[in-house]
């Protein structure tokens, strides 16, 4: 798949996840349509809920749904600029966790420049990375729970 094929494909899905007290779900999202491109996949959440064993269950997820493209986040916490500040049906080890950094530990620049499929990787900041094309001011990991006054 050529490069301008990969943004193409990666601005039609939002890789999204759901992590619950009893279960991790994950699907490919169609952004513009809402609809899922996948079956919906439920892994139990690990027994302790501890920040490591949540993020080798979404790490093994990624593995399972390969996307390119954005990954949104709802975990059952409040997160102010990716710092876990409650948990919720979770363990409480996530408190005071930065859930970004962690979740962009698992895979070294190499290893994210051989998953996307370019020849070198390299930025300053997620923020430069997206005006670099063409879409400033967007974060690809969205942290939060959903919150709704309904």
Same mark, same amino acid.
């Given at each position: *798949?050529?490069?301008?094929?990969?943004?193409?494909?990666?601005?039609?899905?939002?890789?999204?996840?759901? !992590?619950? /007290?009893?279960? !991790?779900?994950?699907?490919? %999202?169609?952004?513009?349509?809402?609809? +899922?491109?996948?079956? %919906?996949?439920?892994?139990?959440?690990?027994?302790?809920?501890?920040?490591?064993? !949540? %993020?080798?269950?979404?790490?093994?997820?990624?593995?399972?749904?390969?996307?390119?493209?954005?990954?949104?986040?709802?975990?059952?916490?409040? %997160?102010?600029?990716?710092?876990? *500040?409650?948990?919720?049906?979770?363990?409480?080890?996530? $408190? /005071?966790?930065?859930?970004?950094?962690?979740?962009?530990?698992? *895979?070294? !620049?190499?290893? *994210?420049?051989? @998953? $996307? /499929?370019?020849?070198? +990787?390299?930025?300053?900041? $997620?923020?430069?990375? @997206?005006?670099?094309?063409?879409?400033?001011?967007?974060?690809?990991?969205? +942290?939060?729970?959903? $919150?709704?006054?309904?």
């Amino acid at each position: *798949m050529s490069r301008v094929s990969r943004r193409t494909a990666a601005r039609q899905q939002i890789l999204a996840f759901d !992590v619950g /007290g009893s279960f !991790v779900k994950a699907a490919r %999202v169609d952004p513009r349509s809402g609809t +899922l491109l996948d079956e %919906v996949l439920r892994v139990p959440t690990p027994a302790d809920a501890a920040p490591s064993d !949540v %993020v080798e269950v979404l790490a093994d997820i990624v593995t399972r749904l390969p996307s390119v493209g954005p990954i949104g986040l709802a975990f059952p916490a409040v %997160v102010r600029r990716g710092v876990a *500040m409650t948990a919720a049906n979770i363990d409480r080890r996530w $408190i /005071g966790t930065d859930a970004r950094k962690l979740l962009a530990s698992r *895979m070294s !620049v190499a290893e *994210m420049a051989t @998953y $996307i /499929g370019v020849d070198s +990787l390299a930025f300053l900041s $997620i923020d430069g990375l @997206y005006r670099a094309v063409g879409e400033a001011g967007r974060d690809p990991v969205h +942290l939060g729970y959903p $919150i709704s006054d309904a």
